[in-house]
């Protein structure tokens, strides 16, 4: 089983082994001790094997996990699919300038999902990942934006179907990136959506990267590159 963990530093959220719940595991990314708190996963996993999370101090210094083993110490576990992955440093906010490219701004949360999206579109796009909607939005209000790669669920909630509903004048195409079921989206949840300013969804899944490509290539009036 696992459990849910996040750096205060640099946002990254991380699952380790429940078994490992002690001190010391630094961030992959930053390498700042991990935040064993409670979140919208970690506890109900906690309950079902009857684990008790460490609790913060009086003086409110966050509880830490230690590293079960070198390997898992760098390792994330997709919570919806169980997969095993290794996130590059500091993926959350990199940003590639490499020429005049339109600029793909990739909005999600979670790491393995955000680095599955980046590493299908750089190819052929400048790309921007945040995993929050303040973060969106400051890259916005600077601009240079060709497309929003939009997750649904940010922060624990409904965060990209807030920032949705706060671009009032769509600054560019909006493709939804959810791993929500697919009859949930294309009935009236699509509709809304549509009306809201979403111009199509593509469904997170492990082979996701040439659907990616070939939606934000017609997005963009570029199928010739997308399909290549």
Not at 52 to 70: K, M, Y
Not at 179 to 188: F, M, R
Request: hydrophobic content about 40%.
């Amino acid at each position: 089983m696992k459990v849910e963990v996040n750096c205060l530093e640099c946002d990254g959220g991380y699952l380790v082994d429940a078994e490992a719940l002690e001190t010391g595991l630094p961030c992959p990314g930053c390498g700042r001790p991990l935040d064993a708190g409670p979140s919208n996963e970690a506890a109900p996993i906690a309950q079902e094997v009857g684990i008790d999370l460490p609790a913060a101090s009086e003086e409110a210094t966050p509880a830490v996990v230690t590293a079960p083993a070198p390997r898992a110490a760098s390792e994330v576990v997709c919570p919806r699919c169980n997969l095993h992955f290794k996130p590059r440093v500091d993926s959350r906010s990199r940003v590639r300038v490499t020429g005049d490219r339109p600029t793909v701004l990739i909005v999600e949360d979670l790491v393995y999902f955000r680095e599955i999206a980046a590493e299908a579109l750089e190819a052929d796009y400048e790309i921007k990942a945040v995993a929050t909607k303040d973060g969106a939005r400051a890259i916005l209000d600077r601009g240079g934006v060709d497309l929003i790669l939009l997750d649904l669920t940010l922060d624990g909630g409904d965060g990209g179907l807030d920032l949705l509903r706060e671009l009032s004048s769509k600054p560019c195409p909006i493709l939804i990136y959810t791993a929500q079921d697919e009859s949930e989206l294309y009935g009236e949840s699509w509709d809304e959506l549509r009306d809201l300013g979403a111009d199509d969804i593509v469904l997170k899944g492990m082979n996701v990267g040439d659907e990616l490509n070939r939606k934000v290539g017609s997005l963009l009036g570029r199928e010739a590159n997308a399909n290549s």
